[in-house]
């Protein structure tokens, strides 16, 4: 069975860091190219960065666009999301999803599987 699981998340103040990570299962992690989403309250599920199997194409949201960084370790499995300089605007759910055809972007359907997401709330 493939299993994604995140975690990471929390509640931290504007202007704070946070740092997520989702584990993979059951799958050849590094055949994977991988993405992170997020869904905020009365909103859609929006790309946030993805990056590609050997971690060298790795597209952001304008919105997340130096301030975010994606990374990978193949070795592990895990999907990394650094976020620092957080905005109230970054409150939601945030999901990891793997494509195993090596798409990179940001639509929601070309990817294979996802995980269960991870809350991460912003205050001010």
């Known amino acids: 069975q493939v299993q994604l699981v995140e975690s990471g998340g929390g509640l931290v103040q504007a202007g704070g860091s946070l740092r997520l990570s989702c584990a993979a299962s059951g799958l050849t992690f590094s055949i994977y190219a991988m993405g992170w989403f997020r869904q905020a309250p009365g909103k859609e599920r929006e790309f946030v960065a993805a990056?590609?199997?050997?971690?060298?194409?790795?597209p952001y949201a304008n919105s997340v666009k130096g301030r975010f960084t994606i990374s990978r370790d193949n070795a592990k499995s895990t999907v990394y999301l650094q976020m620092n300089s957080l905005k109230l605007e970054d409150t939601a759910v945030y999901y990891c999803?793997?494509?195993?055809?090596?798409?990179?972007?940001?639509?929601?359907?070309?990817?294979?599987?996802w995980g269960q997401g991870t809350q991460v709330t912003v205050s001010s």
């Open positions: 999803a793997a494509d195993s055809g090596g798409y990179v972007g940001p639509e929601r359907n070309e990817y294979d599987y």
């Open positions: 990056i590609s199997r050997s971690g060298g194409h790795t």
